[in-house]
């Protein structure tokens, strides 16, 4: 098998944690690694917000359906869909910015294939 394919084979979904926190050097890594992940029309439509705040992280996993790993994890991180910066732009060279379906979705794509290198 070669190494790409073993590396994508290898690749887990893990839901427990140790309760230590993750160093900030493997957090920028992360996402770096993240930040190389395909995207749907080259424009990177998504923010991403790390949560430290423990209350912050036990109320995110109240409102996902009480999912202990949203506050046990050693780092927590949201991963928004965003298209303001493109509006912002259309607006500072006076263009007209549409927001429908397609932008709609290529910013969930983005999003998606971020969040899946940052995994």
Excluded at 5 to 28: C, G, N, Q, Y
Excluded at 39 to 62: F, H, K, M
Excluded at 80 to 88: E, F, Y
Aim: hydrophobic share 45%; with cysteine; glycine share 4%.
């Amino acid at each position: 098998m070669n190494q790409i394919l073993a590396s994508m084979s290898a690749h887990r979904s893990v839901r427990s944690f140790l309760d230590t926190e993750v160093p900030d050097a493997h957090i920028r890594e992360a996402v770096q690694a993240a930040r190389l992940a395909a995207t749907s029309s080259w424009i990177q439509a998504y923010s991403l917000l790390q949560v430290c705040d423990p209350g912050e992280r036990e109320q995110l996993a109240e409102w996902t359906g009480g999912q202990p790993q949203v506050s046990a994890a050693g780092a927590f991180f949201v991963v928004c869909a965003d298209t303001r910066r493109h509006r912002l732009v259309a607006e500072r060279l006076d263009k007209p910015y549409t927001g429908n379906l397609e932008t709609f979705l290529l910013a969930v794509t983005d999003a998606t294939l971020f969040a899946q290198n940052l995994a």
